[in-house]
């Protein structure tokens, strides 16, 4: 079964850091551009990051651009966020998914984990 | 960044309506749109991609249409398991940006 899992959310500080974890199964882990998008409580869907499968292009929103890093290891079939500098508005769940090209070139999240809550406050 | 706009924000339909949802790109996407479905708790579900293209697994009464900046979503005959948010989504650039989303629900 394909199947995404993330963890290492919590409660931090403002200014502090925090690692997301996500393991992937049931699928070439490393033939998959992989990304993490995050939603605020009672709000819409936010892309925050990608990366390539090789891990050769990486990609941020602005919102997060110098504060958080993406990387993977495939042979664990690992994706991590590493997020520094946290702020309030940092507070999410945040869902890790897997982009896939339908038709060739049409990309979409076919498969998503079941989110981890992040919570910045003091 | 290409910005994304849906309308209404929300909607009262009941059982059986025809509903449909509107999603405005910034710019020429061509036919490069997504549409999800997320119900409460839940992780977003691929709907519809390349504007018009239905998902396998996904019922039949989802359908898409539109191209360049003006797309729609159309739920033929809404069921009970329809009541939900859905979110478009531009995979035209490496930044996929969603759109706010529309909430259906129960009239």
């Known amino acids: 079964e394909v199947q995404l899992l993330e963890s290492g959310g919590g409660l931090v500080q403002p200014g502090g850091s925090l690692r997301l974890s996500c393991a992937a199964s049931g699928f070439t882990f490393s033939s998959y551009v992989m990304t993490w998008v995050r939603q605020a409580p009672g709000k819409g869907l936010e892309w925050v990051s990608g990366i390539s499968g090789s891990s050769r292009s990486t990609y941020y929103a602005d919102s997060v651009k110098g504060r958080f890093t993406i990387s993977r290891d495939n042979p664990k079939n690992t994706l991590y966020l590493q997020m520094n500098s946290l702020r309030a508005e940092d507070t999410a769940v945040y869902y890790c998914?897997?982009?896939?090209?339908?038709?060739?070139?049409?990309?979409?999240?076919?498969?998503w984990g079941q989110g981890t809550m992040v919570t910045v406050s003091s | 960044d290409i910005q994304m706009t849906q309308s209404p924000s929300s909607l009262s339909a009941s059982v059986g309506d025809r509903v449909t949802i509107t999603c405005r790109a910034s710019q020429n996407i061509s036919s490069y749109l997504n549409w999800y479905q997320q119900k409460p708790g839940k992780a977003p579900k691929l709907l519809i991609y390349?504007?018009?293209s239905l998902q396998s697994g996904a019922p039949s009464r989802f359908s898409g249409s539109g191209s360049g900046t003006d797309f729609t979503l159309t739920i033929s005959s809404l069921q009970p398991e329809d009541f939900a948010t859905y979110y478009c989504?531009?995979?035209?650039?490496?930044?996929?940006?969603f759109g706010p989303g529309t909430k259906v629900d129960i009239k």
């Open positions: 998914a897997k982009k896939v090209p339908k038709g060739g070139h049409y990309n979409v999240f076919d498969i």
């Open positions: 989504q531009q995979s035209y650039t490496t930044l996929e940006t």
């Open positions: 390349a504007a018009s």
